[in-house]
């Protein structure tokens, strides 16, 4: 039984890791799941149990934080960074750094410069928190074959 | 006043099978290794770097209770235990090293930085491990 759980939360975490490996990629929740190698309603439903959210949310997260660094760390503009990170509107990139951060892209890069911290602490702190009770039933949905925002071609995750 | 760290411990699922990562895998080397009763201490160390010890502990008994030891059991498993950092000389050199030796669990492949190149992956069990090739101060500042 319990050799069942960690060999699953061992596969959930290498499907994260590919999240955080390829965020810039349009990704698709099937190809993140097969990493996992699981269905897709169930990754979706494992993950959420082992992580506290969702992977589209977890993904969401990652992206906005990588967007925060690169507004933070230089000078390219909004919309490159926007795509950057894997975006692939700016008008969703824009709605879900002020849902998440609470202010615009261009007024967080006006209040904060560098951070002097190396790349992987700030990936490993600077994840914008999630409390697991505020992903709402939209992101929990199970039939979406999609992050939101990838395109039709997804990412392969090696 | 403290004057060294010599023992630091992370959490592994099966140490044996820690011991073939490791040491066979990352090129650490064994530190001490001798069991007493039931219990094995074992520890690894870089080599050239005799005394400071990261000691392989395995959740059970006579530490833990079975209910406690399946806890951080899971939490091992999902990685939000235990971490290491280590640094090289060479970061692009070990990375080939260890996908010749079948390591395939990259976080993250070699990116350079302005204080230097690294790398992350992760033990069998979970375990995050980070690489660091520092720049050299002639290096950073040229």
Known sequence: ?158 | MLTRLNVASIYVLDKQEALDFYVDKLGLEVGSDFTQGSYRWLTVRVPGQPDVEINLEQPGPPLHDEATAEQLRELIAKGALSGLVFHTDDVRALYETLQARGVTDFTQEPIDHFYGTDMGLRDPFGNAIRVLERKTAAAATA
């Open chain 1, 1 to 158: 039984m319990s050799r069942e759980v960690e060999d699953l939360n061992r596969r959930l975490l290498r499907a994260r890791d590919a999240m955080d490996r390829a965020y810039a990629e349009p990704l698709d929740v099937r190809a993140v799941a097969a990493v996992a190698y699981v269905s897709e309603a169930h990754f979706i439903r494992s993950f959420r149990a082992v992580f506290g959210e969702t992977p589209h949310r977890y993904l969401q997260r990652r992206r906005v934080e990588r967007s925060m660094f690169l507004l933070r760390e230089t000078d390219r503009s909004i919309t490159d960074i926007c795509f950057d990170v894997g975006f692939m509107s700016l008008g969703t990139f824009s709605r879900t750094f002020r849902e998440i951060i609470g202010e615009t892209p261009s007024s967080y890069r006006e209040g904060h410069g560098p951070m002097v911290a190396p790349n992987c602490v700030q990936m490993w702190a600077m994840r914008p928190r999630v409390a697991a009770a505020t992903a709402t039933p939209a992101e929990s949905a199970t039939q979406s074959s999609s992050f939101g925002e990838a395109g039709a071609a997804a990412a392969p995750l090696a």
